[in-house]
């Protein structure tokens, strides 16, 4: 596949974002967002969803792009953030900032988070309050929108992928913070997305229709057919379905926002809950160290057997930590280049053609 330097697709992206009406210091934020989750494995979170999702939502009225989040820390045992349904990647990064200021003086902060629109990549605040020395949890719902997932026993699409985010710091044990960041069904809908786009079928694991066939034509789930099943699939998705109705029921309390039943379905508004604890209130950084070292130490002992399916982010011979792939395709992508396929920059070409902006995504 061909690939693209990251920085002239945050070029591209800032270009691109400026002409959906996006001030241009706000557009490099979220264009560096966007570049970060293609660079780092989840091209589903990046600078495709300017065209895929962001563009139609400002047309509609669903993201203002002018807007910018509200911080309440007036009270520092309950942060209040309106992100003003302006970009979620401003929210976020407003939201961790406050966080990490409130938890350094008192050891923990939680942060409620409403009309956020899209937050993103969530494993991105996770890796920012890491980066500071804060464990980090999130729990996310949309909204009243997204409605691809199912529960178990249908295949009606009845709720969101609510993704839930826990991020452990490591203080050097290891090169990255220990992030698991993931949809609560079997897969985030822009997956499904992305392989439409890229005209790439979707996994059998993947979906339900009602009766009990998956959906392989992703430009089929796309139109509506059958839903996500919950993380767990068919076997064990009650497991799933119960992070999802947490993480529906949490962001919806401490987040302020809507929970589905309650109104209309309309178009992504992130709430969340964030929680940041200082581990070094309850431990020394030397003994978060020791520990982490002594337990991937211990996984990479494991037995691994030929005969047994690896994930795709498995590209070694040993278990990886959350948030190792991330940190291994970062690096491998600053460097090599982004891949990209022809597909996308065709759906970010057109947008730059109708917003009348030159853009040159050309693939090196
Ligand atoms: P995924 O299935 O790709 O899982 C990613 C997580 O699993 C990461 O934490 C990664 O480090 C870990 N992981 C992957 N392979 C691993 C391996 N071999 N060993 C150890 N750990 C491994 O993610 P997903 O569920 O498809 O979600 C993708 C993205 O979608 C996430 O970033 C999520 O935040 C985002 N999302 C956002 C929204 C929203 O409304 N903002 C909604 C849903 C999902």
């Not at 003086?105 to 991105?124: C, P, S």
Request: glycine content about 12%; some cysteine.
């Amino acid at each position: 596949m061909p690939r693209i330097d990251p920085a002239r697709l945050e070029a591209g992206a800032t270009v691109l974002l400026e002409a959906l009406g996006t001030p241009t210091d706000a557009a490099a934020q979220v264009a560096a967002s966007l570049v970060d989750a293609d660079c780092c494995g989840h091209g589903s979170h990046g600078v495709v969803r300017i065209a895929t999702m962001y563009a139609q939502m400002v047309d509609e009225g669903d993201l203002n792009p002018t807007a910018t989040p509200t911080v309440d820390d007036a009270d520092p045992g309950a942060i209040r953030v309106d992100g003003n349904r302006g970009f979620g990647q401003l929210t976020g990064r407003a939201a961790v900032d406050a966080a990490v200021s409130v938890a350094a003086d008192r050891g923990t902060a939680t942060v409620g988070i409403k009309n956020g629109a899209h937050l993103g990549r969530i494993g991105e605040w996770a890796e920012r309050a890491a980066s500071e020395g804060f464990a980090f949890i999130a729990f996310v719902n949309t909204g009243l929108a997204g409605r691809t997932v199912t529960v178990p026993g249908s295949a009606e699409r009845l709720l969101s992928t609510n993704p839930i985010a826990v991020g452990v710091p490591t203080f050097g044990a290891v090169s990255h913070p220990v992030v698991l960041d993931i949809a609560t069904s079997q897969v985030a809908h822009g997956k499904v997305t992305k392989r439409s786009v890229e005209g790439k079928p979707t996994p059998p694991a993947w979906t339900v229709t009602e009766n009990g066939d998956s959906v392989a034509d992703a430009d089929a789930f796309e139109g509506g057919t059958g839903a996500l099943l919950p993380l767990g699939g068919r076997s064990a998705g009650h497991k799933g379905f119960g992070l999802a109705v947490l993480a529906e029921l949490l962001a919806g309390v401490v987040g302020g926002g809507e929970v589905f039943g309650e109104a209309t379905p309309g178009s992504v508004n992130n709430a969340a809950a964030f929680v940041l604890i200082d581990p070094a209130r309850f431990t020394s950084r030397d003994r978060i160290r020791e520990a982490v070292t002594t337990f991937d130490n211990y996984l990479a002992e494991a037995t691994l057997s030929p005969a047994i399916e690896r994930p795709d982010a498995m590209d070694g011979d040993r278990p990886l930590l959350p948030g190792a792939p991330e940190h291994r395709t970062r690096e491998r992508r600053e460097r090599e280049g982004i891949p990209v396929d022809e597909r996308t920059i065709e759906v970010l070409s057109a947008l730059a053609a109708d917003r009348g902006v030159g853009i040159e995504f050309s693939l090196g």
